[in-house]
């Protein structure tokens, strides 16, 4: 999925948001059985072609794409560093079609 597609999917529905989240290494269970560290990116979305499923669907991105379209997202943090991320949504004011053709220009 292309920075451009992100920004689309973003744009069809208010709720629609990346996630991007992080536990780190022992944050669980103590220093013996606290498990490794993870993290990841994804894409929550509801689907606008099936208006009568209203459940979130969700696919994991490249991290490098929120760097291309941050400028067009307000990010929400959450958690610390034991275990926590940010939620990003589409700014209000974001001309869709104007941000997805800046990006295609840079690309």
Do not use: C
């Not at 990841?40 to 379209?69: A, C, D, K, M």
Request: net charge neutral; aromatic share 10%.
């Amino acid at each position: 999925m292309t920075p451009q597609n992100i920004l689309r999917v973003l744009s069809q529905h208010p709720d629609n948001n990346i996630t991007e989240f992080h536990r780190a290494l022992n944050s669980v269970g103590g220093k013996l059985l606290g498990g490794g560290a993870t993290g990841g990116v994804t894409l929550n979305y509801h689907e606008p072609y099936y208006t009568w499923r209203n459940f979130l669907e969700s696919t994991h991105i490249q991290y490098n794409h929120i760097g291309r379209i941050r400028a067009y997202l307000d990010a929400e943090p959450w958690g610390n560093v034991n275990l926590g991320g940010t939620i990003y949504r589409l700014k209000p004011d974001v001309d869709i079609d104007a941000a997805i053709s800046a990006l295609s220009i840079a690309a």
